[in-house]
């Protein structure tokens, strides 16, 4: 199709001017309700399609911009109440988020109830639950609480709630726009990824994050637009933080082969790490859920002292999002003993912030450690091994792929991401290894991801993106058996058919017509027929009526045989390759078993 | 959004969808339009949000940054590493805190930390002379002989964006003071020369390299350089004064007492020159030193004297010598039999002494005139009476130190 020209946009839109008015009764019968959706979709039925992709840009410019605002919101906060640079023992440390927190708890439960917690469950819920929305409450809410939070100090990070944010944009322009129902609910992940790519500098990380995370499958109908807003996002975003990675990478080298052993170790590490990490989540956070009501507002408070004290007595870097520590980690200015330190206590000031119902997001301090733990590893091997280790900022860059793989469980996103992050494809070999081997090991020792655990415990039960990325499709070849009875040809006569039947017991004939065609005969209707046709020796081919059995194959999913048993009893299943070659047939009963023995099976 | 007519008739639109469909458009525009409003709107906001902060920022990173010059220079490293971190987590990629950052922790003793810190800029810019050289030290601190060696040579491989020849030829020292620390001295030798080429026209570096040259041993070409130094135009006086008196030294430690002499003439001549240059004491200590000398070549037998002259000089240097074995002997009490305060060894030493000079047959001029050998045995003799008496009747003066001066390097004499 051509793209339509400026000159024959001009003629259309004159044309549209010129229109002549409507008579007086006309005008007067139409009415001024709200058009439904049935009703756009018949006066305007490509409207839809064409305003998705022109909002997508929308969308994703307006994420940008507020994920920028809600960084420098942090940053202002940050400088406010923590001071310019935290350091230990200053008194505002402990003060500071353990009375935001006490703001954050009632601003919770009274005023922004849905911006509790990180903000990826709130948008899966969105999609699967309230057909794509979100209130503008939630999004001024999301970005006030998590401001405060993590600018006080609380253990969180801006991303989750960035993509909360640019879900909550979408949704709301698409209900401005009285979009269908349908474009509402794919709006969400739209805005999700754009928030989440201009909070990451990354858009590759944040569509593939959606699509793993999010959607939990590749959906043309949406790939097209998540691309156009995250990228939109990032150029905005890029306008103000410059086209630099987050994190400034140091120069990424493999200096030996085997240095991947040193990556192994590190996968190693980060996959026990982020099972520890999920687990205390899974513990502490519905324990205190558990806790009377009047606890659940002191909660935030109670968590920001635990923080503050962490900060006050020596460690002020686990404060808050901490992408200056993760900087300083990459770039070798800790020990290996203080940054495992770090990575500990990020641990457990997270767990506590999060668990608390502080709303904030679990990226950031996934990244912080993922990166001090690499960067520990790193700084290990390369004491005790310096003729093995290339640079510690690389371990730390890698460590933070293999959190990511291990604790929120979306290895091709951690990939990408730390491509993204550093800019370097040499970088592959150690990323590949190190995460997968994370992956695996957090698969195995925690099985149900943390993203579900915590759907889970808010009583939710949305899809696990994980498990459907692992379920097994069954297919035609799964049911298919081989034909018991006989084929017929279209030229044999239906008496000929109908006495061979009779002697074979059999109720359905499968008749091979012209072209490779193939028909299903119930017994009955041969009868019919050869009444109707007595004394007649016509082919068989030529009393039956026009349509013929569907081209299935045996590779096709179980379920495309769904749609056709209302005509067919029985279905032939055809060779791809050779043309009307018969691999066998499946009849309704075949498939209804091939499903519940699978479920059974899963059971 | 289909807007023209012919679209309405492909459609078949009635005249009232018509109408629907118009003001659909008319307020999709709308909503457009205002989307476009409330974006700028957002964006102008951001844009000061984001400056405000901006500027902010960049007052802090300044600020902190001098604090930690302040901390480093009232000598509070610990506090200027806090302030650097500071300022760095404003700015991570400014390079110059970085470095004031990781000198702070070297600084304060965090060696450990400021190496790994280091290095780790050091993998960004591996051809970095001032990081090679700064991790050359850690390692010199960290008792890394084999790595400190290495980063010095990088250093001086390395890329130096001003000053490059001193900046190596101050690093060729240092590696030199090191080598030598490490008694490497021929390694030093091979550094002190190289840089010496770097370094004709600085006396002040020619100076050091020279007596780090000696410390390397090898008076030679130490004393090559300490003339360079000598002979520089723009030579600070008192490094002259120094130099001539490293020369003097160097030259006697070799025998070669004339140069010694030569060098402290020369230097009482350039102190009348620079009269603010040395002190009285060390005026008058060179004159003595001058004196012993030139007292020393009226006593040493040249070969290119007269042979009148040449055995005068073996014959006097034979009484005097005689005279304090005579006078030692004396004191030992060796003439009334063996002493009790004397080994054995000792007594026979100092007996077969007396044997020998007995068998010289109290030797004079005429017997010594054209008998080459026995001028050999006599000297031979001298200063076997000087070394033994030293060693049994304590330190000799006057002309008998200096003749126990000579006899200690019979070979290096002129």
């Given at each position: 199709m051509s793209e339509p020209t400026a000159n024959s946009a001009f003629n259309r839109a004159a044309a549209f001017i010129a229109t002549e008015a409507p008579p007086a009764t006309v005008a007067a019968s139409v009415s001024h309700a709200p058009l439904t959706d049935a009703e756009i979709q018949r006066i305007a039925p490509t409207r839809g399609d064409r305003l998705f992709l022109v909002l997508s840009i929308f969308i994703g410019v307006l994420s940008g911009l507020l994920v920028v605002c809600f960084r420098m919101a942090i940053e202002w906060l940050r400088v406010l109440l923590l001071g310019s640079v935290p350091h230990p023992g200053q008194y505002r440390l402990l003060l500071a988020p353990m009375l935001v927190g006490l703001l954050l708890g009632a601003m919770v439960k009274y005023i922004f109830p849905q911006a509790r917690g990180s903000g990826i469950n709130q948008t899966k819920a969105a999609l699967y639950v309230y057909n794509g929305y979100i209130s503008f409450r939630t999004v001024v809410g999301k970005f006030i609480t998590s401001a405060l939070a993590i600018g006080s100090?609380?253990?969180?990070?801006p991303e989750d709630p960035s993509l909360q944010i640019g879900a909550g944009i979408a949704s709301l322009i698409g209900r401005r726009l009285h979009l269908s129902r349908e474009r509402l609910r794919l709006f969400a992940p739209v805005g999700a990824a754009a928030g989440l790519a201009a909070a990451f500098n990354a858009p590759i990380s944040a569509i593939l994050f959606v699509i793993e995370e999010v959607i939990g499958a590749w959906s043309a109908a949406v790939l097209g637009s998540i691309v156009l807003a995250a990228v939109s996002s990032v150029v905005v975003a890029r306008a103000f933080w410059g086209s630099q990675p987050m994190f400034r990478v140091p120069a990424v080298t493999l200096r030996d082969n085997r240095e991947l052993l040193a990556y192994a170790t590190l996968g190693v590490v980060g996959g026990f790490a982020a099972v520890l990490f999920s687990r205390l989540l899974a513990v502490l956070r519905p324990w205190l859920r558990s806790r009377?009501?009047?606890?659940q507002m002191l909660q935030p408070a109670a968590a920001g002292l635990l923080v503050g004290c962490v900060g006050f007595f020596g460690f002020p870097q686990v404060m808050g999002a901490g992408y200056d520590t993760i900087d300083h980690a990459m770039h070798g200015q800790y020990l290996w003993h203080v940054l495992l330190a770090l990575a500990i206590l990020k641990i457990l000031a997270t767990t506590v912030s999060f668990s608390s119902g502080t709303p904030g997001g679990m990226f950031a301090p996934t990244l912080f450690i993922g990166a001090m733990l690499g960067a520990s590893v790193g700084m290990f091997e390369k004491h005790f091994f310096p003729q093995l280790v290339g640079s510690v900022g690389t371990y730390g860059l890698v460590g933070m792929g293999v959190l990511f793989a291990g604790f929120l469980r979306v290895p091709l996103t951690s990939v990408f991401m730390v491509f993204e992050l550093s800019g370097n494809y040499s970088i592959v070999l150690p990323v590949i290894l190190a995460n997968t081997i994370a992956y695996l090991i957090a698969r195995s020792l925690q099985p149900v991801p943390i993203f579900e655990q915590l759907t889970l415990q808010d009583g939710l039960n949305l899809p696990s993106m994980e498990e459907a990325r692992e379920e097994t499709t069954l297919r035609i070849e799964d049911a298919l058996h081989p034909l018991d009875g006989q084929v017929f040809a279209g030229s044999d006569p239906p008496a000929v058919i109908a006495a061979k039947l009779q002697q074979e017991k059999e109720d359905i004939a499968l008749i091979r017509c012209a072209g490779n065609r193939w028909y299903v005969l119930p017994a009955a209707d041969l009868a019919k027929i050869t009444q109707a046709t007595t004394g007649v020796s016509q082919p068989i081919e030529e009393l039956l009526p026009e349509d013929r059995t569907p081209y299935l194959y045996p590779d096709l999913p179980l379920n495309e045989t769904l749609a056709h048993f209302h005509r067919w009893p029985l279905l032939p299943i055809v060779n791809r390759a050779v043309s009307g070659l018969l691999e066998g047939v499946v009849s309704q009963a075949d498939v209804l078993k091939c499903y519940q023995e699978h479920s059974h099976g899963h059971s | 959004m289909p807007t023209a007519s012919t679209a309405d008739s492909k459609l078949h639109l009635s005249p009232a969808e018509r109408i629907q469909r118009r003001r659909l458009i008319f307020q999709d525009s709308l909503a457009l339009l205002s989307l476009i409003a409330v974006t700028i709107c957002i964006a102008v906001i951001t844009y000061f949000f984001f400056n405000s902060f901006e500027k902010h920022r960049r007052v802090l990173e300044k600020r902190w940054f001098a604090r930690g010059e302040i901390a480093l220079a009232s000598g509070h490293p610990a506090d200027a590493v806090d302030d650097f971190r500071s300022a760095l987590s404003f700015s991570s990629a400014n390079t110059q805190y970085q470095m004031a950052l990781a000198e702070a922790l070297a600084a304060s003793g965090r060696i450990d930390e400021a190496y790994a810190y280091f290095s780790t800029l050091h993998e960004a810019e591996p051809g970095n002379g001032y990081l090679n050289l700064q991790l050359a030290r850690l390692a010199v601190q960290r008792k890394n002989p084999q790595q400190a060696i290495a980063y010095y040579q990088s250093a001086l491989n390395g890329l130096w964006l001003s000053e490059g020849t001193e900046r190596r030829r101050d690093i060729r020292l240092e590696l030199a003071r090191y080598l030598l620390s490490l008694d490497r001295f021929n390694d030093a030798q091979g550094q002190l020369l190289a840089s010496e080429g770097n370094a004709l026209d600085n006396p002040s570096a020619l100076f050091a390299i020279a007596n780090l040259l000696r410390q390397a041993q090898d008076p030679s070409d130490a004393s090559t350089a300490f003339q360079r130094v000598e002979r520089s135009r723009n030579a600070n006086p008192a490094d002259i004064l120094a130099s001539l008196l490293a020369e003097s030294e160097i030259a006697a430690t070799m025998g070669q007492y004339k140069r010694a002499a030569q060098a402290l003439s020369r230097y009482m001549a350039k102190a009348r020159q620079f009269p603010t240059a040395g002190t009285v004491v060390q005026k008058r200590a060179v004159e003595e030193q001058l004196d012993k000398y030139q007292r020393m070549l009226q006593l040493i037998p040249f070969y290119d004297l007269s042979p009148k002259q040449h055995i005068d000089r073996v014959l006097l240097a034979a009484n005097i010598a005689h005279r304090r074995y005579a006078s030692c002997a004396a004191q030992l009490g060796l003439e009334n039999g063996p002493s009790q305060n004397l080994s054995s060894d000792d007594a026979a030493s100092l007996s077969a002494l007396g044997t020998q000079w007995t068998q010289l047959g109290s030797p004079n001029a005429h017997a010594l005139a054209g008998n080459a050998p026995l001028q050999q045995r006599l000297q031979a003799w001298t200063n076997q009476a000087e070394i033994l008496t030293a060693s049994l009747c304590g330190a000799p003066t006057g002309d008998d130190a200096l003749l126990l001066q000579l006899a200690q390097t019979p070979d290096k004499s002129e």
């Open positions: 100090g609380h253990s969180l990070g009377p009501d009047w606890t | -």
